[in-house]
């Protein structure tokens, strides 16, 4: 997916200094899909996120995992390490992760766990709960997405 605005016109409004486009995910094809993953979009590749995030003058964003890649945060990860201290995310972690691996999380810009709700979701109801009482330790927010 390209993303040309030559010959376009430009935001009819004005943006706000730090304005912060608060969930958008990241696609690469070099990542591969989780097992359990139910969509299978095109690529989003961080380089045309950052043609459309300078084109609204988007000062901030928040990354937040996608159900394609599971538990395997790689790909937004690394999306924030590419971006920098302009980038937070959010993340979908198990009960499998050490307090350590939180705070690793959470010292690269992680603010939030995602629990999607729907089929192809990578976490259960079930840990939600104890997820929840770990992640706010960490001044983490839980993120619900369901129907």
Known sequence: MSYEYEGRPGPRLDVPAGATDTHMHIYEPEYAMAPSAL???PDGKLEDY???QQRLSLERVVIVQPT???TDNSCT??????????????????????DQDLQE?????????RFHML???????DILPE?????????WHVQLQLD
Do not use: C, E, Q
């Open 119 to 125: 089929p192809g979701g990578a976490l259960p109801w």
């Open 105 to 113: 999380l959470t010292a690269k810009g992680i603010t939030g766990i």
């Open 131 to 139: 997820m929840a009482a770990r992640v706010h330790n960490f001044g």
């Open 77 to 98: 990860l690394d999306a924030m390490a590419k971006i920098g201290d302009s980038a937070r995310g959010v993340v979908a972690v198990d009960t499998t992760a050490s």
């Open 39 to 41: 969509l299978a979009p």
């Open 68 to 70: 394609t890649y599971g």
């Open 50 to 52: 950052k043609k459309v």
